[in-house]
């Protein structure tokens, strides 16, 4: 039997089949990667609850994804915010 090493998702065993396996340990491994932190852009951001996150740097809490600080869907309301201010200010 050869020496592996088991990432996060060993804590399964054999059960729930190699993909699932797979994937579990991508996306504990995506949320323990280092993240920018909004305010400060230090890379100090860790999940402190489900979608809960807080820069370690300057303190800053703010609610994102589950396993990800940014989520597809925040991204795109960013953009649609930011697209309505500057139609705003185009205005005035």
Same mark, same amino acid.
């Given at each position: 039997m050869a020496? @592996? $090493?088991? *990432? !996060?998702a060993?804590?399964? *065993? #054999?059960?729930y089949?190699r993909? #699932?396996?797979?994937?579990?340990? $991508?996306?504990e491994?995506?949320m323990? +990667?280092?993240?920018a932190?909004?305010?400060?852009?230090e890379?100090?951001?860790?999940?402190?609850?489900?979608?809960i996150? $807080?820069?370690g740097n300057?303190?800053?809490a703010?609610a994102? *994804?589950a396993?990800?600080?940014?989520?597809?869907g *925040?991204?795109t309301?960013?953009? !649609?915010?930011? #697209?309505a201010l500057?139609?705003?200010? +185009? $205005? @005035?």
């Amino acid at each position: 039997m050869a020496n @592996q $090493e088991v *990432g !996060s998702a060993g804590r399964f *065993g #054999a059960r729930y089949g190699r993909v #699932a396996r797979r994937r579990v340990a $991508e996306i504990e491994d995506d949320m323990h +990667d280092d993240h920018a932190c909004p305010e400060c852009d230090e890379p100090a951001v860790d999940r402190t609850d489900t979608g809960i996150w $807080e820069c370690g740097n300057c303190g800053y809490a703010f609610a994102g *994804g589950a396993y990800r600080p940014d989520t597809p869907g *925040g991204r795109t309301v960013e953009r !649609s915010i930011r #697209a309505a201010l500057a139609e705003d200010g +185009d $205005e @005035q």
